[in-house]
């Protein structure tokens, strides 16, 4: 970290940032990551615009049809050079495999589920030079003709800004959390131009059972600025335009949708297990990884000759299938193409190329419908005039189910297409479409519910650790490293204080990261420590709570974590031992709170109002009724033990025991009754 980037880190309005409330806090960060998804969306889709003109249009003389939103174009009508599709495809697979094996290999596959276990398990882990590989082998792999979406190298990339700014402002982990999940949701939701769909989905995403509900205003923010900045450069109507002309109204197209639901359902349970069963195979099968996804590609361009509909994103060809050119496909096309495009899917990201699979399976589940009104039309009655519905709730009823994401995927189609005519039919055939899916996922990276995530796991099996502040358990650092001390003689401290590592800091006292002894020791002796110093080693606040000291530790695999002042200065050391210091602190304080209380003893929460005499003062400077225990004193997130010298401010929430015949009494002096209530019957109330 240079110094610039220390004064950037250290400057007094991002520093405070970290201490303001969740709404102020999130309005401000949300609109950085919004920012960065929307400008990160027109980057990547400028990027696949230019490769899409060079590897299809100019070396395979071959332009795919686009849907509404993009332009309408009808596409070519048949190959110019059928012989060199197979190469292209081909060739942008090698350029892809090269560039995401050689400098990050973490941009292999759809890049969402990097990001979805990047909120579980390491959420400052993602490197920065991530996003720019992701956009450049995105636009290699889809730009060529290869089968993929554009959503997961846009969720990536606000992602990966999600996890830069919870390094660099030392956010605590469960802010981290918040800041890559809302990346996710942004990156989508600008790339799609559905802002409410790409908010809920990313806190929707993260489990296949469960709701990220914290992330869901950061993400709201972050995708409407995301999207506002996307729509200013590439117009904001919805992909597929505007449905016009369709109202439910036949209860027997019920029967109908429930059909496509359920056959949706069993082609995203083929989708999931093909595109892992292709991994599987992939890793398995000799020679170098690097150069898998060029002859995957060129599998992909033989399948896309049979069946176009097969190639880059596909968007276009569920435009048609929408309308009357639906017709105008041979039956059997469009029996083939969902399957068609899950092999192609799978071939091109599943053999290591970079893409997206949430926009295949839309394409996937779209086509089902369309199968499903090429069908049904000609024979059944009550059938719609027009397929578009068929394909909308297929696209939802496939992809919502698989992904585990039914709300969000039913919103997105609903803005992609500027219609909620059809959410009613929706629901139906995703909530059959999930009951088929069950347990199977199309994103390894979900886990079931919240309490299998490791931070929420700690937090629900030590919820007392919440109402320790850090502050009371940290330890001085025994060691801190100057930078420019040179790794000879950090060994040799470190060694000599028994350490297994310590936080290295440069010249201005700021910290730059944590060392520890083996990798030093694999590093010539001469070296800089600084220059080791891991940039992305965990830190927390010293105004965090010990819940955020476990939730660092269990997710780094280390035993120890600095505690870092406003301005990045190290002043204190949590180690693992610690905890279980707090944990003591908090049950013996809980223990002395579920005593019993005497009967006749009523149990009071109620917040100091502006007007009440409590306010201001200390708690051994009020008037209390006889008997009374002041429990607790929740102060914004944080939970107080009361003391006898603790001031009440204006917005505390005091928990409070003291006899019925009082209770009311007290009620009306907290909430701003007159002044100069009842003087004490005892010197002061019993504090537990």
Not at 8 to 35: C, D, M
Not at 98 to 126: C, N, Q, W, Y
Not at 189 to 200: Q, S
Not at 622 to 635: C, D, N, Y
Request: proline fraction near 7%.
């Amino acid at each position: 970290m240079n110094g610039s980037t220390s004064g950037w880190v250290a400057s007094r309005p991002l520093t405070r940032l970290k201490q303001a409330s969740y709404l102020r806090k999130w309005l401000i960060l949300g609109a950085l990551i919004g920012v960065v998804a929307g400008l990160g969306a027109v980057a990547f889709i400028t990027a696949l615009e230019w490769a899409n003109r060079l590897f299809l249009s100019v070396l395979a003389g071959y332009t795919p049809p686009s849907p509404v939103g993009e332009g309408n174009a009808g596409g070519s009508a048949h190959f110019v050079r059928p012989w060199a599709l197979p190469l292209v495809v081909g060739l942008g697979g090698l350029i892809s495999g090269i560039l995401v094996f050689r400098f990050a290999p973490e941009a292999e596959g759809h890049g969402t589920d990097a990001a979805i276990t990047a909120v579980h398990h390491s959420p400052k882990g993602i490197r920065g030079r991530v996003s720019l590989i992701k956009i450049l082998a995105s636009a290699a792999t889809i730009g060529s003709g290869g089968s993929g979406g554009r959503e997961g190298p846009t969720a990536q990339i606000s992602a990966g800004f999600g996890s830069l700014l919870a390094r660099r402002l030392d956010l605590t982990p469960a802010d981290a959390r918040i800041a890559v999940a809302v990346g996710i949701g942004s990156g989508i939701g600008a790339i799609f131009r559905a802002p409410l769909g790409g908010a809920v989905l990313g806190a929707e995403i993260l489990y296949r059972d469960d709701f990220e509900v914290e992330a869901l205003i950061p993400s709201v923010v972050a995708s409407i600025v995301g999207f506002s900045i996307f729509g200013a450069f590439e117009g904001f109507t919805p992909i597929f335009g505007f449905l016009r002309g369709y109202r439910f109204s036949h209860p027997l197209e019920l029967v109908y949708y429930a059909g496509i639901g359920l056959a949706a359902g069993l082609v995203g349970i083929l989708y999931a297990k093909s595109f892992y069963g292709l991994i599987h195979l992939t890793h398995h099968l000799p020679g170098n990884r690097m150069f898998k996804p060029a002859v995957a590609g060129v599998l992909v361009g033989l399948v896309g000759l049979a069946l176009p509909g097969s190639l880059a994103t596909g968007y276009g060809w569920i435009q048609k299938a929408m309308g009357p050119d639906l017709l105008t496909l041979s039956l059997w096309v469009v029996l083939a193409l969902p399957f068609a495009k899950i092999l192609a899917t799978s071939l091109s990201i599943g053999s290591g190329g970079s893409g997206g699979i949430f926009g295949p399976g839309m394409v996937i589940g779209g086509f089902v419908g369309a199968a499903a009104w090429r069908l049904l039309s000609p024979v059944a009655p009550a059938v719609p005039h027009s397929p578009a519905p068929f394909v909308i709730v297929g696209m939802i009823a496939c992809f919502g189910s698989i992904a585990h994401a039914p709300l969000a995927v039913m919103l997105m189609v609903a803005e992609m297409t500027g219609s909620l005519e059809l959410l009613p039919p929706a629901m139906v055939a995703v909530g059959l479409a999930t009951l088929i899916v069950d347990d199977h996922t199309i994103y390894s990276g979900q886990l079931k519910t919240r309490a299998e995530s490791p931070a929420h796991r700690f937090r629900f099996g030590l919820p007392l650790l919440a109402s320790v502040p850090v502050k009371d358990v940290m330890a001085v650092p025994r060691l801190v490293l100057p930078a420019d001390a040179s790794t000879e003689a950090a060994l040799e401290r470190l060694r000599a204080d028994g350490l297994a590592g310590a936080p290295v800091v440069d010249g201005e006292g700021t910290f730059r990261g944590s060392v520890d002894i083996s990798h030093l020791a694999d590093h010539d002796g001469d070296r800089p420590v600084g220059e080791l110093a891991q940039v992305g080693s965990p830190a927390i606040p010293v105004e965090a709570t010990l819940d955020a000291a476990v939730e660092a530790l269990a997710a780094n695999r280390t035993n120890w974590v600095p505690v870092l002042d406003a301005d990045r200065r190290v002043v204190g050391i949590v180690a693992a031992s610690d905890l279980i210091r707090g944990q003591r602190m908090a049950l013996l304080a809980a223990l002395r709170r579920v005593t019993i209380a005497p009967q006749g003893t009523a149990l009071l929460e109620e917040q100091v109002s502006e007007g009440s005499r409590f306010a201001n003062r200390t708690i051994a400077e009020v008037g209390w009724p006889a008997g009374t225990v002041v429990v607790s004193i929740q102060r914004g997130n944080h939970l107080h033990f009361p003391e006898p010298e603790t001031v009440l401010e204006t917005g505390d929430v005091l928990s409070v025991l003291t006899h019925i015949e009082s209770a009311e009494g007290l009620r009306e002096d907290l909430r701003g009754g007159p002044l100069g209530g009842p003087e004490p019957e005892e010197p002061g109330p019993d504090l537990i």
